[in-house]
């Protein structure tokens, strides 16, 4: 076992060799915008115009049959008012989160499907069960696993096996061989960098504990337990793995207990999030 210190400094260090894009400005300014309730559709339209690619999802999106327009969308304003206001801030935000996997391999992709819809699952049963706000829980599920991005582009470390070892399986999940092997894991990692970023200090420590088995009473322990479940359920259906990860069934998950979700159907809830998580899959 590595002393604390040492592995701060370890973990410090990758960060700094890997150089991830110039995410947290852009996420930043779009996270004050998706906190502020006072945000108009021009504001929004401004931020918007300012990126093409932006710009052309937001059009894509809203002239998609998902939304079913007649008539041809030409004006972002009117774009921005048929997604609604807060789909509009998710959006940016996770557009922005995608320079990231600028060099996208099969491990980026994996990891970024499962980063989206582990926000997708977040933000929907957030709503859906009245459990927390779905903005935060959207950020928190998107960046849960961030760790894991510095981790396979560091050169210190040799991810890959860890990576190999957890596709070939149907009962390990990443956190454990990591652990194992490097006596830090990807939430160690994650929580330097979110903190380098300035990330608010709820969605920090939730990601970091996000694969404990206990939550705190309070909103730390409400959004831990949130992005907890939908991670086993983005594992339950293969999202981001290569076989799937059904070692606990979902209703006996200390977080699935803790938040009290009411899902009698278990298969009709999964349909409807893999329901989801397909239609927006497309537009990332
Ligand atoms: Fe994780
Ligand atoms: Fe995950």
């Known amino acids: 076992m590595i002393l604390e210190q040492e592995k701060k400094f370890f973990i410090q260090d990758m960060i700094e060799e890997v150089r991830l894009e110039a995410f947290p400005q852009a996420a930043n300014q779009i996270l004050k915008l998706l906190n502020d309730e006072n945000v108009s559709i021009f504001n929004l339209s401004k931020v918007a115009s300012h990126d093409t690619y932006i710009a052309a999802t937001l059009m894509r999106l809203a002239n998609s049959p998902f939304y079913g327009v007649k008539n041809k969308i030409t004006d972002l304003m009117h774009a921005i008012s048929i997604i609604g206001l807060d789909s509009v801030k998710r959006l940016i935000l996770t557009i922005s989160a995608r320079s990231i996997f600028k060099d996208y391999d099969v491990f980026d992709k994996l990891l970024w499907e499962h980063m989206i819809a582990v926000a997708i699952i ?163």
Not at 150 to 178: D, F, G, P, R, W
Not at 198 to 220: C, M, P, Q, R
Not at 226 to 235: E, G, K, L, R
């Open 122 to 284: 977040s933000q929907t049963i957030s709503f859906k069960f009245n459990l927390f706000n779905e903005n935060i829980s959207y950020v928190g599920g998107l960046l849960h696993d961030i760790g894991k991005t510095v981790m396979y582009k560091s050169k210190q470390i040799h991810y890959k096996s860890i990576v190999e070892k957890v596709n070939s399986s149907t009962n390990m999940l990443s956190i454990n061989a990591e652990t194992d092997v490097y006596g830090f894991n990807h939430c160690d990692v994650a929580k330097e960098i979110l903190n380098l970023w300035n990330f608010d200090s709820l969605i920090v420590e939730a990601v970091y504990l996000h694969h404990d088995k206990t939550f705190t009473e309070g909103n730390l322990g409400k959004l831990a337990a949130i992005i907890n479940f939908s991670d086993y359920v983005a594992n339950w259906l293969s999202i981001g793995r290569v076989k799937p990860y059904r070692e606990t069934p979902l209703q006996n998950l200390e977080s699935f207990n803790y938040l009290q979700i009411p899902i009698n159907d278990i298969e009709a809830f999964l349909q409807e999030i893999l329901k989801r998580i397909d239609l927006l899959r497309d537009i990332f």
